[in-house]
């Protein structure tokens, strides 16, 4: 008869020859002999069988193994965890863009708790939660001891529940406390409209499974609304945390004809990966300026990198968070899952921006200016006995004009200025005909 070690230890070999079989096995790195592999694991359940039969207190055996299999993955990067059943549950709430919480993407930095950035009208983003803020307790809970899902966990709930975040920000010589109410997060990842006649904003808030689709109908909407002459587009990934690679792909290759847009390089076979741009539904060759800042991170760093190499838009604003990992998801036979780091990702040019971040063509500091206010200048208008102006033989239309959340936004205006910039000088400089 089996004893609970060698029947734990034979589980155990048997699931790992199964997970090499299942992720590929064929990477291009010595591995180790099943000989080494035994003793490795014939440690760990020597272990798990001593907890199981002398710890003070009976433990459930999948507990033992859960928290074992954290244990495993703590010890790899940030972007590696353990999800239970509830954990990858939530997680596929995520990319499907509905989910009960506060609205905010984070990632562990050196074992802290970091916002990578507040989701857009959100209560996170309402509250002034920022990109790079430590995150310390939870509900007075210190989280120091939890991983990432964990701690994400304790964030989501039911809305209508009140949530307090203890915040380190620097700068700040205390904790800042913020008080907030969950709510259902609906994250509609596109947005945008017309600033001023012929030229168009378009803001992504983060990589859904629709966001292309959504993004390629606001844009159709957009040059219709312009009588098909688009000046320039704005497209704004600040403070988006990303999301799913392949809709960072789709993105990118709506606005450009051919060429590589990123490859991806990991031990096994199946991680080298490249995708092309296709010709079939590219946007027309309008000038694109993107908006990035240290809270773009992941596939928008892919987008912000596929279109800078190929010099199809320019990058303004600040350098981007740097994430430049690729992660997969495995389902495990309980339902619950590994969300693994299974690769490196790079631009087309060959660069690799994790934890070194996309620069920007123009950095812009991401301000809001304060609302204008009357110089007390004088005007001829302004003068007594000032002759009147004559009227206009022609009236232009009303155009739409950026609303004053727009104006305050400094690096929107310039990149609005950008374009009309070059849109005087491509007319202004263009040959006469007689």
């Not at 359940?45 to 928290?67: F, K, M, S, W």
């Not at 590696?80 to 509905?98: I, K, N, V």
């Not at 708790?113 to 209560?123: A, F, K, R, Y």
């Not at 490249?274 to 240290?294: C, M």
Request: glycine fraction near 8%; charged fraction near 25%; avoid cysteine.
């Amino acid at each position: 008869m089996l004893t609970f070690r060698s029947m734990i230890l034979t589980l155990f070999l048997f699931g790992i020859l199964l997970n090499q079989a299942a992720i590929g096995g064929q990477g291009g790195d010595a591995k180790p002999s099943f000989d080494d592999t035994y003793e490795e694991i014939e440690l760990f359940t020597d272990v798990l069988a001593i907890i199981h039969r002398g710890y003070v207190e009976e433990v459930d055996i999948r507990d033992l193994i859960y928290g074992g299999i954290r244990g495993m993955l703590e010890t790899l990067d940030p972007h590696s965890s353990f999800l239970t059943p509830d954990l990858y549950e939530e997680m596929q709430a995520d990319t499907h863009g509905e989910f009960g919480g506060i609205g905010i993407e984070v990632t562990l930095d050196d074992g802290a708790l970091t916002v990578v950035s507040p989701i857009e009208g959100t209560p996170a983003q309402r509250a002034g939660i920022k990109a790079r803020d430590k995150i310390v307790r939870i509900n007075g809970k210190s989280i120091q001891d939890l991983n990432l899902m964990e701690s994400v966990r304790l964030m989501r709930g039911s809305s209508g529940e009140n949530i307090t975040l203890s915040i380190r920000r620097v700068g700040a010589d205390k904790l800042l406390e913020f008080e907030l109410v969950r709510e259902v997060i609906q994250v509609h990842s596109v947005s945008g409209r017309t600033l001023e006649s012929g030229y168009a904003y378009a803001r992504i808030s983060q990589f859904q499974e629709r966001t292309a689709s959504e993004l390629k109908t606001l844009l159709s909407k957009l040059r219709v609304e312009n009588d098909d002459n688009l000046k320039g587009v704005i497209v704004d990934l600040r403070n988006n945390p990303g999301g799913l690679l392949d809709q960072a792909v789709a993105v990118s290759d709506l606005f450009l004809e051919q060429g590589l847009i990123v490859y991806t390089e990991g031990r096994d076979d199946s991680n080298q990966l490249s995708f092309q741009a296709s010709i079939e539904g590219t946007e027309p060759d309008y000038p694109l300026v993107i908006l990035i800042n240290e809270g773009s991170a992941s596939a928008s760093e892919i987008v912000a990198g596929a279109l800078h190499d190929h010099g199809r838009a320019l990058l303004l604003g600040e350098r981007t968070f740097g994430k430049g990992s690729v992660q997969t998801i495995i389902p495990l036979s309980d339902h619950s899952g590994l969300r693994l780091t299974t690769a490196r990702y790079f631009t087309p040019n060959g660069t690799s921006i994790q934890a070194r971040g996309i620069a920007p063509d123009i950095e812009v500091p991401d301000l809001e200016l304060p609302e204008p206010q009357s110089k007390g200048h004088y005007r001829e208008k302004d003068l007594n006995n000032h002759f009147e102006a004559q009227s206009e033989k022609t009236v232009d239309p009303e155009l739409p004009k950026p609303d004053s959340k727009e104006r305050n936004d400094f690096p929107l205006m310039r990149a609005l200025d950008l374009l009309k910039g070059l849109e005087y000088f491509q007319v202004s400089r263009a040959p006469s005909t007689s």
